[in-house]
């Protein structure tokens, strides 16, 4: 069980004639024997207990089972049932190691004495709670609040519509007076027979266990109202296939920040499967989306917005939801440069299940073998596999890397690429301050000179060009960073003497700071991989390139494009 | 404590306390979500200090392969500080002699020197870091980029990998590039071969530690893994058999069965039913 599973579902009134605890999932009273057993492991059997103080009274609860057992049902229901004005709004009560996540909802008196005024029992309000670990996290405690919010809301809605609470309600306290008037002997506990009885009760225990399971919730309260809800911490540790990663919504989040028009989307579940599960009143533009995808897997999401006729910023938000979900993953679109890598959580475990699955979809092969082939950085298509393999086993392989990519065990690797001119006196990057003064000096210096002797200091006319285009140096991009000395040997590097290939270098700066991939750069500035490839051979000795994968948590390692100096864009050449 | 306050101010009794009360509560709540404790004086000699206490998790057990390495500087360590085993354990600690080493030379149990470095990295005075070998690989990470950008961390890393006694310190580029270099299948000695980081003013051994304990660099471990089928290999290398599973890397068969990293090599390259993941 994980930290974030939750430990128990409760439900709980509070009416005419007092508070009741109705409901309860999984039954911790016939769970208890064994569970007792299982879990009692103590941290220190000779830990000194502080002495509390005075008025405390020792805790009811037993709190290293991780249950409820020590809880009595008079004090649930005492609990949890809140007072009027704390209704409307989450709830939130830690004692000891267990946390009660409810959102009690006060019911409109108003309308039911109207309808149902000869029943003796009314309920006021109502609290659905799930009991948590206190040692969860906010932010898995806010889905909580999600879902939590969604039953109620639904259940209060069907309340007012046919009071589906007021006569599960009723069904639920007649099993229990029934077996509290049995001889002693024959008691037994009544959640069991409540479910059989119950639908309201079954739905509870299917939210539970289906979080439990899955992370994924998708009921019908009375076959009528649609709660839908996904805990993305469960989802997403899930769906790795990798040994256990810690994911929270923060990091999704700021992935999804990150996304960019040449990023594409790589489905995690099967598509149809997934079209199937949709809600029936779903938007008909994630349909569609979809349904491209499927045809086209591994496109850009900008094609897949043409393709799917969806505007880009629709697709972000569709994909983003996928993401969310669990449903999908964002990778760079495939391409045959595309070098891959083992990933480092990855599972290499012999007889593990995800190998069995593996073997299955693609016969005669071994998981180990085909990881093993990606211990060192592999393009998706060698020259020489072009050459020797025949289509199908290109095709093969293809999806074989679709499925290590869905799977998470390998990663895509990109190359950055670092400005650094070989020059022995000082370090790449001056502090940003002086520079800048140093800079603005630098220009009014240059442009001075320039308009006062257009001419005469400059023999030859390659110099020149390199002086007039240090007048109109971009001040906060990466070339102004660098002290004049290296300005200068950049300038007179033989590749320089090329304005056109200058030209495209001084644009292509800004990118290179180690923070934005060739793809991106191709993309933001519509190149080919050659014309990028050819530039940065040319300017090789000041220019150092690294294969590393794309860091996942930090939005910028995705690269905005980098803002620039209005004056950048007015470079001019003189020829 | 409310006892007290109660008997010496008479705090919850009397009528004109309520406000003080209440300006109470709101401090208390107020200090510990922002700060996590607060002292709060409560009257003549009573003064509320409360504290939230953070959770804490053991650091991961120390392997024998391991090697402590100093993050900060020796010198400004209180050697009085720390127990006696501890005392004796940390002038062996070079940041180049694994875990095992240390208690051989220190004399002291095995064991017993694991969780003193459990400790110490508990209180991050050390790190522990992979054994450093001509034969290892590593990559380097995203953070790579930090070091590009900060300008104290690459005068830092100037300071540190600077081969003893040369007079100049070394180039930040040959460094950058050096790490930049490496990468998965290219070894420490491939690197060597290629830079000649003495000839540059680098120890490369302090190189990688450096890369490793500022998180810019990665160890690569190899993971052997054996598939079912017959193939006629000596005895020693079958008994072999059960740590090839994928579950462990070189350093942890090498240590846990006393064979050196060569000789497991050669073992392996003899049987082609066995496999090898880097990671």
Same mark, same amino acid.
């Given at each position: 069980m994980t930290d974030f599973d939750p430990v128990s579902i409760l439900l709980v009134t509070s009416g005419t004639r007092g508070e009741r605890l109705l409901f309860q999932y999984p039954n911790?009273?016939?769970?208890?024997?064994?569970?007792?057993?299982?879990?009692?492991?103590?941290?220190?059997?000779?830990?000194?207990?502080?002495?509390?103080?005075?008025?405390?009274?020792?805790?009811?609860?037993?709190?290293?089972?991780?249950?409820?057992?020590?809880?009595?049902?008079?004090?649930?229901? $005492?609990?949890?049932?809140?007072? !009027?004005?704390?209704?409307?709004?989450?709830?939130?009560?830690?004692?000891?190691?267990?946390?009660? #996540?409810?959102? !009690?909802?006060?019911?409109?008196?108003?309308?039911?004495?109207?309808? *149902?005024?000869?029943?003796?029992?009314? +309920?006021?309000?109502?609290? +659905?709670?799930?009991?948590?670990?206190?040692?969860?996290?906010?932010?898995? #405690?806010?889905?909580?609040?999600?879902?939590?919010?969604?039953?109620?809301?639904?259940?209060?809605?069907?309340e007012s519509r046919r009071q589906y609470l007021s006569a599960e309600a009723k069904i639920m306290i007649s099993i229990h007076d029934d077996i509290a008037s049995l001889p002693e002997d024959q008691m037994h506990f009544p959640y069991d027979l409540i479910q059989t009885k119950s639908s309201l009760a079954r739905d509870l225990r299917t939210a539970y266990e289906s979080v439990k399971d899955k992370g994924v919730v998708h009921l019908y309260v009375n076959k009528w109202i649609e709660v839908t809800f996904c805990l993305p911490h469960k989802v997403h540790s899930k769906s790795s296939a990798a040994l256990s990663v810690k994911v929270n919504p923060e990091v999704i989040q700021r992935c999804i920040e990150a996304l960019r028009p040449y990023h594409g989307v790589l489905l995690l579940v099967d598509g149809q499967n997934l079209l199937d599960t949709l809600s029936t009143d779903c938007t008909p533009a994630l349909n569609r989306l979809i349904n491209v995808i499927i045809q086209q897997p591994v496109r850009s999401l900008q094609i897949i917005a043409l393709e799917a006729d969806l505007s880009l910023s629709q697709v972000f938000q569709l994909v983003s939801h996928l993401v969310y979900w669990g449903k999908a993953t964002i990778?760079?679109?495939?391409?045959?440069? $595309?070098?891959?890598?083992?990933?480092?959580?990855?599972?290499?475990?012999?007889?593990?299940?995800?190998?069995?699955?593996?073997?299955? /979809?693609?016969? @005669?092969? *071994?998981?180990?073998?085909?990881?093993?082939?990606?211990?060192?950085?592999?393009? /998706?298509?060698?020259?020489?596999?072009?050459?020797?393999?025949?289509?199908?086993?290109?095709?093969?392989?293809?999806?074989?890397?679709?499925?290590?990519?869905?799977?998470?065990? #390998?990663?895509?690797?990109?190359?950055?690429?670092?400005?650094?001119?070989? &020059?022995?006196?000082?370090?790449?990057?001056?502090?940003?301050?002086?520079?800048?003064?140093?800079?603005?000096?630098?220009?009014? =210096?240059? *442009?001075?000179?320039?308009?006062?002797? !257009?001419s005469s200091e400059l023999a030859s006319d390659g110099s020149f060009i390199s002086e007039e285009i240090k007048g109109f140096m971009p001040m906060e991009d990466t070339m102004s960073k660098l002290t004049r000395e290296e300005q200068d040997y950049m300038l007179n590097l033989s590749a320089a003497k090329n304005t056109d290939d200058l030209r495209l270098f001084l644009r292509l700066c800004p990118y290179f700071n180690g923070l934005h991939h060739f793809e991106e750069i191709m993309f933001y500035e519509d190149l080919t991989r050659s014309q990028l490839l050819t530039l940065l051979d040319k300017f090789q000795d000041v220019l150092i390139t690294c294969q590393i994968k794309k860091k996942r948590s930090c939005p910028t390692m995705y690269g905005k494009r980098p803002a620039r100096n209005s004056s950048y864009n007015y470079v001019q050449i003189k020829t | 404590m409310s006892c007290v306050i109660e008997s010496e101010n008479e705090a919850l009794s009397q009528e004109h306390n309520r406000e003080n009360i209440l300006q109470f509560l709101g401090t208390l709540m107020h200090q510990l979500n922002k700060y996590g404790y607060c002292s709060i004086r409560m009257g003549e000699s009573c003064t509320v200090h409360l504290k939230v206490a953070p959770k804490i998790y053991d650091p991961p057990p120390v392997q024998d392969q391991d090697v402590p390495v100093f993050l900060k500087e020796k010198q400004n360590l209180k050697l009085g500080h720390w127990d006696l085993t501890t005392q004796q354990i940390l002038s062996y600690i070079d940041g180049f002699k694994h875990v095992a080493k240390i208690a051989g030379e220190a004399d002291v149990e095995i064991n017993l020197v694991k969780s003193c470095l459990q400790n110490l990295v508990h209180y991050q005075v050390i790190k522990v870091i992979p054994i450093f070998q001509y034969c290892n690989v590593y990559t380097s990470?995203?953070? +790579?980029?930090?070091?590009?950008?900060?300008?104290?961390?690459?005068?830092?890393?100037?300071?540190?990998?600077?081969?003893?006694?040369?007079?100049?310190? !070394?180039?930040?580029?040959?460094?950058?590039?050096?790490?930049?270099?490496?990468?998965?299948?290219?070894?420490?000695?491939?690197?060597?071969?290629?830079?000649?980081?003495?000839?540059?003013?680098?120890?490369?051994?302090?190189?990688?530690?450096?890369?490793?304990?500022? @998180?810019?660099?990665?160890? /690569?471990?190899?993971?052997?893994?054996?598939?079912?089928? =017959?193939?006629?290999?000596?005895?020693?290398?079958?008994?072999?058999?059960?740590?090839?599973?994928?579950?462990?890397?070189?350093?942890?068969?090498?240590?846990?069965?006393? &064979?050196?990293?060569?000789?497991?090599?050669?073992?392996?390259?003899?049987?082609?039913? +066995?496999?090898? *993941?880097?990671?």
């Open positions: 911790f009273e016939t769970a208890r024997t064994h569970q007792d057993i299982a879990k009692s492991k103590r941290r220190n059997v000779y830990s000194v207990r502080i002495a509390e103080d005075v008025v405390t009274v020792s805790s009811p609860v037993s709190s290293n089972t991780g249950t409820l057992s020590g809880f009595s049902k008079a004090i649930l229901a $005492n609990l949890l049932s809140v007072k !009027p004005a704390l209704c409307g709004q989450p709830f939130d009560l830690k004692v000891d190691d267990l946390r009660f #996540i409810g959102f !009690p909802m006060l019911l409109d008196q108003s309308t039911k004495q109207q309808t *149902s005024g000869k029943i003796s029992h009314q +309920i006021g309000s109502f609290n +659905i709670v799930f009991v948590l670990k206190a040692s969860v996290d906010q932010s898995v #405690i806010n889905c909580y609040f999600d879902l939590v919010k969604q039953l109620t809301g639904a259940i209060k809605y069907e990778v760079y679109p495939l391409c045959e440069s $595309n070098v891959y890598l083992l990933s480092p959580s990855s599972n290499i475990k012999m007889n593990s299940k995800i190998a069995e699955e593996f073997v299955q /979809l693609f016969p @005669g092969r *071994s998981l180990a073998v085909e990881l093993s082939e990606f211990s060192y950085p592999t393009k /998706l298509w060698d020259t020489q596999d072009m050459l020797n393999k025949q289509q199908k086993q290109q095709e093969e392989k293809v999806s074989m890397v679709v499925w290590l990519l869905q799977h998470g065990l #390998i990663h895509q690797l990109h190359t950055y690429v670092f400005l650094m001119p070989p &020059l022995k006196s000082r370090l790449c990057v001056e502090d940003r301050t002086s520079s800048f003064s140093d800079v603005t000096s630098v220009n009014s =210096d240059e *442009s001075q000179i320039h308009y006062q002797s !257009p | 990470r995203p953070d +790579i980029q930090t070091l590009y950008t900060n300008k104290r961390l690459q005068e830092e890393c100037i300071k540190f990998v600077a081969k003893k006694g040369s007079l100049q310190p !070394p180039n930040f580029r040959d460094i950058f590039l050096i790490y930049c270099s490496l990468g998965p299948g290219v070894t420490v000695k491939d690197i060597c071969a290629r830079f000649n980081p003495h000839a540059l003013k680098i120890d490369e051994r302090k190189l990688i530690q450096f890369g490793l304990m500022k @998180g810019l660099l990665r160890r /690569l471990q190899k993971y052997p893994i054996k598939f079912p089928g =017959d193939v006629m290999t000596s005895v020693k290398l079958q008994q072999l058999y059960p740590w090839f599973n994928g579950r462990h890397s070189y350093d942890e068969i090498c240590s846990k069965t006393g &064979l050196s990293h060569q000789d497991l090599e050669e073992k392996i390259e003899t049987d082609p039913s +066995i496999v090898i *993941s880097w990671k």
